[in-house]
């Protein structure tokens, strides 16, 4: 059993019918036993003013004054009856008997006995037997009575009890459940916490819960402080090395070009080349730095608060050219995207739109059959069709300075790669400069 | 003579207890109790089990009287409505024979 709730029924419900149980068994008991002894210290009475009016004649015969008995002996089948029964000589029955007959067992003179038979009419009697001498001879009185009626108003007050019981267990588990389900909804805080952790929007969960599952969340929490620490240090570390190698591969490239170096100029070619691919990474790796700013690990994308901001930036960046962002954003709350990698692919991609604009740039955002598509138009001169053929053609490394039109496309390929999606170049039939469209699956 | 004079007491009494057998009225509990073992009468709860069947209720008293062509139960049994009935029934066979109330 993995459910809490489940093992708390359990424990309650078996603890509950074991207490109610031992109290029906008690009470049970002590019910009857109650009642016995009532109706035997009755009966008790009724055999001692039997003996006061008894006599036994010679020949053994018991006798009795009638006066001196209840009506309810001589009412055939009241359920009251007695035998006296004379050591070798005669027997006396109430009349209430009538065409039965008891057995009492036999006893000694000062010994007494609780007897129980069946009587007439399937009567449960309860009998006080006792031993006498009367008169010179042995004999045994024995008074009965019916204990069917007095069974039948004990068994009403059982069922009532077992009745209570069963509806009271009932009752107790409900309101367990009540609280439990209480007690579960406190959750619901941490769960939200969680949720919006997944979507960037805090960085720790809530310590106001239920405390018994407070040490639970401090633990993620000191979890998540250390994740967010160890992501923070490896990207200052990483924009670190690429400042700090910037200034050296300045002065290389410098001395490089230096005419008094004496050098193949195809060697000096390749050396300046491979400076250059290295100041290009240390550039990425800086602008990569620069973009992530705030945010915990894994924060999600939100369009809708990232990119007015992300266009006011370019637009201040080419400043004083007057370029006009339009926004199209179709997609709503977070993208199952990470935050650092598209601000990246984004600002790349738009950085490269106005770069390239007279005037205006047209960015839309749309979700299509489950993947998110980016469509960036300027109204630039755009590529020539062999340029366009070439950087959008298989196999073609986009890092590589595409004819004139500089475009440093290696990261925008590098994360449409990471996500497995797609990236196609065309004119754009709207402004008539390039249309860059980028296509990632979502989740 | 001598030997007559016994006899005919034995003859007289056993007429007198004839007479007194003979004679319609309540028969005591100890009677009944041997009539019944004797097969005579059926047991009272078999004879009571067929009153009930007419009257549903309470026994509250019973009598067996002696008719001069068997014995008869005369009940009385009382009623959740608080009626007392009174029937007479043939104590050989439990068949009705009076109903007070029919």
Redesign the interface.
């Known amino acids: 059993m993995r459910s809490l709730e489940g093992r708390l029924h359990l424990g309650l419900g078996i603890s509950l019918v074991l207490l109610i149980g031992a109290a029906w068994w008690l009470g049970h008991e002590a019910l009857h036993h109650t009642a016995d002894a009532f109706v035997i210290s009755r009966l008790e009475h009724d055999a001692e003013g039997l003996l006061g009016a008894l006599s036994v004649s010679s020949d053994g015969t018991p006798q009795i004054g009638a006066e001196r008995l209840t009506p309810v002996y001589d009412q055939p089948y009241s359920g009251h009856y007695f035998v006296i029964s004379v050591a070798g000589g005669g027997r006396l029955r109430s009349r209430s008997l009538w065409d039965e007959d008891l057995q009492p067992p036999t006893l000694a003179a000062g010994r007494t006995a609780v007897w129980r038979t069946p009587g007439p009419t399937e009567q449960r009697l309860l009998a006080w037997v006792g031993g006498y001498r009367v008169d010179g001879r042995d004999l045994v009185v024995a008074v009965a009575e019916d204990l069917s009626p007095l069974s039948g108003a004990l068994m009403g007050f059982e069922r009532l009890f077992a009745l209570m019981a069963v509806v009271g267990l009932a009752l107790i588990l409900l309101i367990q459940r009540l609280v439990v389900h209480r007690t579960f909804t406190r959750l619901e805080s941490v769960y939200r916490d969680i949720e919006r952790l997944e979507r960037g929007k805090t960085v720790y969960l809530t310590e106001d819960g239920p405390t018994e599952i407070l040490p639970l969340v401090r633990k993620l929490n000191r979890l998540l402080l250390r994740f967010d620490q160890r992501l923070e240090r490896s990207r200052t570390a990483a924009g670190n090395l690429a400042h700090g190698i910037k200034g050296p591969l300045s002065m290389l490239r410098q001395q490089l070009r230096d005419p008094g170096l004496n050098i193949a100029p195809a060697h000096r070619e390749a050396l300046l080349d491979q400076i250059e691919r290295l100041y290009r990474i240390a550039e990425r790796q800086l602008k990569r730095a620069r973009l992530a700013g705030a945010g915990g690990a894994g924060v999600n994308f939100e369009a809708a608060e990232e990119l007015p901001t992300l266009a006011r930036l370019l637009t201040q960046i080419h400043a004083p050219k007057p370029v006009d962002i339009q926004l199209d954003d179709r997609t709503q709350g977070p993208l199952e995207l990470d935050r650092e990698d598209m601000l990246e692919l984004l600002g790349n991609l738009l950085d490269n739109a106005c770069k390239w604009a007279r005037s205006r740039v047209c960015f839309e955002l749309g979700i299509e059959h489950g993947c998110l598509i980016l469509c960036i138009e300027d109204d630039g001169p755009g590529c020539s069709e062999e340029a366009l053929a070439a950087i959008t053609g298989r196999g073609v490394r986009l890092d590589e300075e595409v004819s004139g039109h500089g475009l440093g496309l290696s990261i925008v390929k590098e994360i449409v790669d990471s996500y497995q999606g797609r990236i196609g170049f065309a004119r754009s039939a709207r402004l008539g400069g390039l249309r860059a469209e980028v296509e990632l699956p979502l989740g | 003579m001598h030997k007559a004079a016994p006899a005919s007491t034995i003859g007289i009494v056993a007429l007198l207890m004839t007479a007194r057998l003979a004679a319609d009225g309540p028969l005591?509990?100890?009677e009944?109790?041997r009539?019944?073992e004797s097969g005579q009468?059926l047991?009272?709860?078999q004879v009571?089990e067929a009153a009930y069947r007419l009257r549903p209720g309470q026994?509250?008293?019973?009598e067996l009287e002696r008719e001069h062509d068997g014995y008869r139960y005369e009940i009385k049994i009382l009623d959740a409505a608080g009626q007392i009935h009174q029937l007479e029934l043939d104590a050989a066979n439990a068949a009705l024979i009076r109903d007070s109330d029919r």
């Open positions: 005591d509990h100890d009944v109790k009539l019944r009468i047991p009272m709860s009571l026994l509250v008293e019973a």
